[in-house]
């Protein structure tokens, strides 16, 4: 498993920006981009990227993030990502992302995340 996808993951579950932002600054490249359907455009560099887990964490108090599955081809990674927390109707849910990774080296050079997993309905 790549050490710098857990990493990012991770630092979506925690409760403080600076060691979040760290977390983060040392799983992406100084200009890596990430983006998923809820970030406003493509992210780049660590600093922008912490920014929007950020609110994340702000808006979903006490929710993590998990990497459940992850396949590797060269230096492309997929990762399934499990989203959990306690839901506005009190009860625990679970939402899955699926998320592509390039990297250089050991470090996420560009990063896009999709809701779901893909699975026909």
Do not use: C
Request: proline share 6%; aromatic share 10%.
């Amino acid at each position: 498993m790549s050490d710098s996808i857990t990493t990012f993951f991770e630092a979506w579950g925690m409760s403080d920006d600076a060691p979040r932002a760290e977390a983060i600054a040392a799983a992406f490249t100084a200009d890596g981009t990430y983006a998923d359907p809820r970030s406003p455009e493509a992210l780049s560099g660590p600093a922008a990227i912490a920014g929007y887990v950020n609110m994340f964490s702000a808006g979903a108090p006490g929710w993590t993030a998990k990497v459940v599955n992850l396949s590797t081809i060269g230096n492309s990674h997929r990762a399934t990502v499990a989203f959990g927390g306690m839901g506005p109707d009190g009860k625990e849910m679970v939402q899955h992302g699926q998320y592509f990774a390039d990297m250089d080296g050991d470090k996420i050079a560009r990063m896009i995340g999709f809701v779901g997993t893909g699975a026909p309905e």
